[in-house]
């Protein structure tokens, strides 16, 4: 059964038609990627399986969320308790060290947060940035705030793991630790992954990879 299903999804932004009948579908626990050139709508699609975004025709439904139907309270909620969102920019919050960083979605969702904090140690050796997780965001390379952003979508296990050029600031090395460790959580932990990216070096992981152009998906 299909944990995203998206039938003839449509964006436009004014008269930029973004998504043109986006069809879209993926299995709970499995994993795919979109690749695509730059605009070609690839953050766009993202952002409304996340509920980040509406979009203005079709369907889509995430487990049994129907997003073009919750308000935004409910898409508030959804993001919360389902999605991990792994942004291409970062959104670390430079009066918190990277540790509080990580650790903000625990203590939002009112977790116990030792028991977050012990696996998030796990992932930050396992991604070579536990010396990062007492300084602050302006402390560490972009590199290692995009290692933090990924483990703070980690931290509570999401069901949905939405990841937009989770290496756009990554060297080849740690670009291929991140691809491997994503695919392996997902594994492991049967969480959903998507990922988008221009990055041939990332989809060459993946089994399945979809192409985005000019906002049409095949
Ligand atoms: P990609 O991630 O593949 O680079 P995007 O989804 O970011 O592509 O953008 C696709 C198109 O949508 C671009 O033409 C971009 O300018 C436009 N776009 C994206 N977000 C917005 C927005 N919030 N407002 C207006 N136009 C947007
Ligand atoms: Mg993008």
């Not at 935004?72 to 990277?98: C, I, K, P, W």
């Not at 740690?174 to 041939?200: I, R, Y």
Request: hydrophobic letters at 35%.
């Amino acid at each position: 059964m299909s944990f995203i299903d998206a039938t003839d999804v449509t964006k436009t932004f004014g008269k930029n038609h973004v998504l043109n009948k986006v069809n879209f579908h993926l299995e709970s626990g499995s994993q795919c990627v979109i690749k695509g050139a730059s605009g070609s709508g690839k953050s766009t699609f993202l952002y409304i399986v996340g509920g980040l975004e509406r979009l203005n025709g079709g369907n889509i439904f995430v487990g049994d969320h129907d997003l073009s139907k919750m308000n935004d309270d409910q898409l508030a909620r959804y993001r919360n308790e389902a999605v991990g969102f792994v942004f291409q920019f970062h959104f670390l919050l430079s009066s918190l060290t990277n540790l509080e960083n990580i650790l903000l979605p625990a203590r939002l969702g009112k977790k116990k947060v030792n028991e977050v904090e012990s696996y998030i140690t796990g992932l930050a050796k396992r991604l070579g940035v536990e010396e990062c997780l007492e300084k602050y965001p302006y402390e560490i390379s972009g590199g290692q705030q995009q290692r933090i952003n990924l483990i703070r979508a980690l931290s509570l296990k999401p069901a949905l793991l939405l990841c937009d050029e989770p290496t756009g600031n990554l060297d080849s090395a740690n670009s291929e630790v991140v691809t491997e460790l994503l695919l392996e959580l997902s594994e492991k932990q049967g969480t959903t992954l998507l990922v988008v990216t221009h990055d041939e070096e990332v989809s060459r992981h993946f089994d399945r990879v979809y192409h985005m152009v000019d906002g049409v998906l095949s």
